[in-house]
């Protein structure tokens, strides 16, 4: 069983930086892939990023790129989320989630967190 637990959303204004982390427990990690979802009110599901465990090879959704980093702490089995120049369209509920190829597609992905919520505002 894996565990994934998230946490460092808020209220934030525009322009303003948040750090999201997931934290991941249970199984191995080792040929993972670890990805950043989110999902606005009444929007589908969006994938924002996704780094490898092993490799530390990304991948990010283009209207994130220059202002999102992904980043993990193998030691930490942490996964991390930097949020730059935080825009009113980047609210939403990010879930942090486990999968086994690089992509931006939520089928691949068998393990989610809860989730939490971030809020900009102008």
């Known amino acids: 069983q894996v565990q994934l637990v998230e946490s460092g959303g808020g209220l934030a204004q525009a322009g303003d930086s948040l750090r999201l982390s997931c934290a991941a427990s249970g199984r191995t990690f080792s040929s993972a892939v670890m990805g950043w979802f989110r999902q606005a009110p009444g929007k589908e599901r969006e994938f924002v990023a996704a780094i490898a465990w092993s490799s530390g090879g990304t991948n990010y959704a283009d209207s994130v790129k220059g202002r999102f980093t992904i980043s993990r702490d193998n030691a930490k089995n942490t996964v991390y989320l930097q949020m730059n120049s935080l825009k009113p369209e980047d609210t939403a509920v990010y879930s942090c989630?486990?999968?086994?190829?690089?992509?931006?597609?939520?089928?691949?992905?068998?393990?989610w967190g809860q989730g939490t919520r971030v809020t900009v505002s102008l």
């Open positions: 989630a486990r999968g086994r190829v690089l992509t931006g597609w939520p089928g691949s992905y068998d393990y």
